[in-house]
């Protein structure tokens, strides 16, 4: 299960990435490979690793110095279109949610249907109100998506020195002891 | 980027800024039809994208207060070390304590080392300025660096 059987894949995927994330991946191969994994994310890291590339790519300041220097290390500018669009899309949902005349039936189905983005700004809520501080976005849109996200996926307080929660728990069972 | 910006504390607070838009944004990449796992582990990411901002905020501050460059790299890769590991309540189960492997791997890649060298490029090119264009800074002084 996970990286061990699995290395001529990450040496494939990693081929057509830019160097420093090639090096991140392999790293993160590694990472698993020496250690006892017990159950891990072999299936979810796949599906992600486009996104994560793209989360490692997109860097605002290393896309000014790359432009600054007319190079290409394959950095890219922030989603600002597609990240309202999902703040717009999340909102719809949770006024669903929230609706009497929603059927429980309903609400589960939509419960399902959450966008995984939802849950990876849920890993970020403490940072909600140095959200609210970008001037671009709707400071209530920002926080309310963020509080909200907050509010449904963790049952504790998370912070730095010890992550709880109930999500937080589950998902930390997938990460690797080392 | 093209706002104007006074002193190196300014440039902190519009570089945390910066990245936690980055970050935000990111979450927009997430793939839409996932299974529960699927959204654990997003959970999982943004928990690492929380302790990466945590990091590069310490960077920054270090950077803004001019310590060495060398130092910052050892103190962060303590930090890496330090914040990667979180403790595991597990009900039924004796409590115990994982790493985040993607912090880890960014420690390993050499990952936080080269953002040091860069963003220490930055704040010294950004010393003593009082008004500028932070895109035509940036561009000025990666191109002095390239020349060299």
């Known amino acids: ?178 | 980027m093209e706002e104007m910006y006074d002193n190196k504390k300014n440039l902190t607070n519009l570089l945390m800024n910066i990245k936690t838009n980055d970050l935000i944004s990111n979450s927009s990449y997430s793939p839409s039809k996932v299974n529960f796992l699927d959204k654990m582990f997003a959970h999982s990411l943004g928990v690492s994208a929380k302790k990466t901002l945590g990091l590069y905020n310490l960077i920054f501050n270090q950077l803004q207060e001019g310590n060495d460059v060398s130092s910052i790299k050892r103190l962060i890769n303590q930090e890496v070390s330090k914040r990667s590991k979180v403790n595991l309540g597990i009900p039924f189960f004796k409590n115990s304590s994982a790493r985040i492997c993607g912090l880890m791997a960014m420690k390993y890649s050499g990952f936080f080392n080269s953002e040091i060298d860069i963003y220490n490029e930055l704040y010294a090119g950004f010393e003593g300025q009082t008004d500028y264009n932070i895109g035509d800074k940036t561009r000025e002084i990666v191109s002095e660096n390239t020349e060299k």
Not at chain 1, 43 to 52: A, D, E, N, T, V
Not at chain 1, 111 to 138: H, Q, R
């Open chain 1, 1 to 178: 299960m996970g990286f061990n059987d699995d290395e001529q894949r990450i040496n494939e995927l990693s081929q057509e990435m830019p160097k420093e994330i090639a090096k991140y991946f392999s790293k993160v191969a590694k990472v698993h490979k020496g250690n006892k994994l017990g159950l891990s994310w072999p299936i979810s890291l796949k599906k992600f690793s486009k996104p994560i590339i793209q989360s490692l790519s997109n860097d605002s300041v290393m896309y000014s110095i790359q432009e600054g220097t007319g190079t290409n290390h394959g950095l890219t500018k922030s989603a600002d279109n597609k990240l309202s669009l999902m703040i717009n899309e999340t909102k719809e949902a949770f006024k669903k949610l929230r609706s009497k005349d929603t059927s429980y039936i309903e609400k589960y189905r939509l419960t399902k249907a959450l966008p995984a983005s939802l849950f990876f700004l849920s890993g970020l809520e403490a940072y909600a109100s140095e959200a609210s501080d970008i001037s671009k976005y709707n400071e209530n849109e920002v926080l309310g998506v963020l509080t909200t996200a907050g509010g449904l996926a963790t049952t504790t307080n998370a912070d730095d020195q010890d992550v709880g929660g109930f999500f937080t728990t589950f998902a930390l069972l997938f990460t690797t002891t080392l």
